[in-house]
């Protein structure tokens, strides 16, 4: 054979060696990714779980468990349940792989403080800045401050994670409809809104009037509007 066509054959030869050799590779890449992948799971969801669940779901699939040996507090998640996991939910993990969880301690508790004679905004503040609960009863009543803790409970020193206050708003105000006065006994009128707590101020008409000397004639508010003690109230009276 001439020499052209044995190197023709041997190029023909190493090409189709080539072409075997790379579909060999192809072929054993895809295997090896099909088998790593067929060795994978999803991570299963564990939030809220107890151990023995977690362990069992886990396990169903493959995988293990590891329990953290620091809890952490949490309000809403129970004591002894899993708080959170690592990996997350939903993550491919190979299996036998480990999963780490850490559980809730449940909702931490402090030792209370004794907060009653404190205002309502310095109870809050340090029961807040010590992770506890806080929740507000009201009560009206004019013998205690406004604003301050009248009372508390649990009471001081107890170890709880919540604490409700009752707190002083102050009593209520007392509203009044100004009644029409006009014609009624100047001074008379105005001793008997002072003793409702009124601040009246008597003084003689300007106007020329008739009628009754010493009778409202003119008043300030104007009969009709809301008034409470304490305010003040304008009345001129005929001469």
């Known amino acids: 054979m001439p020499f052209g066509g044995r190197v023709y054959s041997l190029g023909k030869l190493l090409l189709l060696c080539a072409a075997l050799v790379g579909t060999f590779l192809l072929f054993a890449g895809v295997a090896m990714r099909v088998a790593l992948r067929a060795r994978e799971v999803q991570v299963p969801q564990l939030d809220g779980r107890t151990v023995a669940d977690a362990a069992r779901t886990l396990t169903a699939v493959g995988l293990s468990i590891k329990v953290d040996e620091v809890r952490r507090p949490d309000t809403k998640v129970p004591q002894g349940r899993v708080l959170q996991q690592e990996p997350?939910?939903?993550?491919?993990?190979?299996?036998?792989?480990?999963?780490?969880?850490?559980?809730?301690?449940?909702?931490?508790?402090?030792?209370?403080?004794?907060?009653v004679g404190q205002s309502e905004r310095t109870a809050r503040l340090r029961l807040e800045q010590d992770g506890v609960t806080v929740s507000v009863t009201e009560?009206?009543?004019?013998?205690?401050?406004?604003?301050?803790?009248?009372?508390?409970?649990?009471?001081?020193s107890v170890d709880s994670?919540?604490?409700?206050?009752?707190?002083?708003?102050?009593?209520?105000a007392i509203g009044y409809v100004m009644p029409d006065l006009l014609g009624l006994e100047g001074r008379r009128t105005a001793d008997a809104l002072r003793g409702l707590g009124f601040r009246v101020s008597l003084a003689l008409s300007q106007a020329p009037t008739s009628g009754s000397t010493g009778t409202v004639v003119k008043q300030i508010p104007a009969a009709g509007f809301q008034v409470s003690p304490g305010d003040a109230i304008s009345l001129e009276v005929s001469r």
């Open 88 to 115: 997350p939910a939903g993550a491919a993990a190979r299996r036998q792989r480990t999963i780490r969880v850490w559980l809730s301690a449940g909702p931490r508790a402090t030792t209370v403080a004794d907060l």
């Open 139 to 156: 009560l009206h009543a004019a013998n205690y401050p406004t604003g301050v803790v009248v009372a508390q409970d649990p009471p001081a």
């Open 161 to 172: 994670p919540r604490v409700t206050l009752l707190v002083n708003r102050g009593s209520e």
